[in-house]
């Protein structure tokens, strides 16, 4: 009996996981303590586990230079991950996510795709961590080529700040995993929060913006703001959004 008539949660039409089954709240506190397995080093990150199609053993992983490119921070239900996923097919891509519940609806939405669309989506995975106390574990230096914070949480107070994910210390951080040329795309439907991101961007001297020609050439602009179920509901609410998308530069201790 196929999975989706054996169990409620998924659709019977699609195969795909239910939303409605893995729902949670709209964030959570990244300074909390969460009890889940980290790497010790990018160097423990399990691509068997995640990549089994392309990693099937062990042996594989020490012999293949190929590594995670892309990383959605708090990649919600995983739509960016889903589209990118086909439009850049040949490179590795990882959603990190700090809820359970929600982690969970991305990882089973991947293997059912995998399983209704033979030969795709073995690019893409997710995984649960605290991206804000964790980076560092899951990729090297100069690892990345691109790194994703869609509609994060604005956290209003200012006291409450500190936890937001695009702030001048995590920046040395996500500064420290890009590749040199390596782009963070950033998009909030809260212009507080919008500025307060390009501010920071803008001030790093490790980072500079893209230029309009740019952004107009590159593919993954328009996923931004469409891709994801935040995205889609400021659409239908007739809301804004504010973009700071920003290109990793050489500095002098790179």
Not at 45 to 53: C, G, K, N, S
Request: net charge neutral; glycine share 6%; with cysteine.
């Amino acid at each position: 009996m196929p999975e989706s008539e054996a169990n409620p949660t998924f659709s019977k039409s699609t195969g795909l996981p239910r939303k409605r089954f893995y729902r949670a709240r709209a964030h959570s506190n990244p300074l909390s303590d969460s009890h889940f397995p980290v790497p010790v080093s990018p160097r423990h990150v399990d691509y068997t586990a995640h990549f089994p199609e392309l990693f099937p053993s062990y042996d594989q992983v020490d012999g293949n230079s190929q590594r995670i490119q892309f990383a959605d921070v708090g990649c919600g239900f995983g739509g960016l991950l889903i589209s990118l996923a086909t439009l850049f097919p040949e490179t590795l891509m990882v959603g990190m996510e700090l809820r359970d519940k929600v982690t969970e609806y991305v990882k089973e939405r991947i293997l059912a795709l995998r399983v209704t669309n033979p030969g795709q989506y073995r690019n893409v995975s997710v995984v649960r961590t605290n991206s804000m106390k964790y980076i560092p574990n899951y990729f090297e230096k100069g690892q990345l080529s691109k790194m994703f914070f869609l509609f994060p949480d604005p956290h209003f107070k200012e006291k409450n700040h500190r936890r937001r994910v695009i702030s001048p210390h995590l920046l040395d951080e996500y500064a420290y995993v890009l590749q040199v040329g390596g782009i963070i795309y950033t998009i909030t439907d809260v212009e507080e929060l919008g500025e307060w991101m390009k501010a920071c961007l803008e001030q790093h001297p490790m980072f500079e913006p893209l230029t309009d020609q740019e952004l107009e050439a590159d593919p993954v602009i328009k996923l931004l703001s469409t891709a994801t179920e935040e995205g889609q509901k400021v659409a239908r609410n007739g809301g804004q959004t504010f973009t700071a998308v920003y290109r990793r530069i050489a500095g002098s201790s790179s």
